[in-house]
């Protein structure tokens, strides 16, 4: 089993719609979780990082985690077009390393 | 404020033969990470250098090195390349906590190895 396990997607909204990406995690230790946004061709870019269980947001991007079900998830409300991209979520260990979900590209459609 | 810079942007190499690819982090950070995403594979981890010290390396054979220069710089060398190495190899930095774990990378925009 992977260690984080991300909705494969891909995914296909309307402009103005809500996306809700999904991932799980199988280890409860150094629970710091990111969201990384990917266009093609470029390298990931952090969106938002988190600690604790609940919710923290940042503009229309509402990070989500919940540690008793070992999920995560972000929201994205009023989607537009240049939010289409590949999303990573990440989870951080005590050693440097981040492990990766494999990404879930969402296409918002004008 | 400058990003992470990676050179070259692009690289195709024959099978066998050596590369070495280059990254500069934000200023500040003292921690380089370099990542491989192949196609269909993900991000997976390579090695972490922190303060000119290699402090962890991913599951890659030896074949895979680099190391970390006194202004924070880092290279990644690849010796005897294989097809399975083609990928686009990412380098990150961060602050680093106290207690080693990060607040989350900024990458560089990476370099793409096609191995011929």
């Known amino acids: 089993q992977k260690e984080v396990e991300q909705d494969p997607g891909p995914l296909s909204v309307p402009e103005g719609a809500i996306v809700s990406l999904n991932c799980t995690y199988s280890?409860?230790?150094?629970?710091?979780f990111m969201w990384y946004r990917q266009y093609s061709r470029k390298g990931p870019e952090l969106l938002m990082y988190?600690?604790?269980?609940g919710n923290k947001e940042d503009g229309r991007f509402t990070a989500q985690v919940d540690k008793s079900s070992k999920y995560i998830s972000l929201f994205i409300r009023d989607s537009q077009p240049s939010d289409s991209a590949t999303y990573l979520c990440?989870?951080?260990?005590?050693?440097?390393?981040?492990?990766f979900g494999d990404g879930t590209t969402l296409t918002v459609k004008p | 404020e400058a990003g992470v810079t990676q050179s070259p942007t692009h690289l195709i190499k024959t099978r066998g033969q050596q590369v070495t690819l280059r990254c500069s982090p934000i200023?500040?950070?003292?921690?380089v990470y370099w990542y491989q995403q192949a196609l269909g594979l993900g991000l997976q981890f390579l090695l972490w250098?922190?303060?000119?010290?290699?402090?962890n390396r991913g599951n890659f054979p030896p074949r895979f090195s680099g190391r970390q220069f006194p202004n924070y710089s880092s290279e990644l060398n690849v010796n005897a390349l294989e097809l399975e190495d083609s990928a686009l190899y990412l380098c990150?930095?961060?602050?680093?906590?106290?207690?080693?774990?990060?607040?989350?990378?900024?990458f560089g925009s990476g370099t793409r190895l096609t191995v011929v």
């Open positions: 988190t600690y604790s269980s």
């Open positions: 250098y922190d303060e000119g010290e290699e402090r």
């Open positions: 990150a930095s961060s602050l680093v906590h106290a207690a080693y774990q990060t607040y989350g990378y900024t």
């Open positions: 200023s500040g950070h003292t921690s």
């Open positions: 990440a989870k951080a260990t005590n050693a440097g390393k981040s492990t």
């Open positions: 280890n409860s230790a150094f629970q710091y």
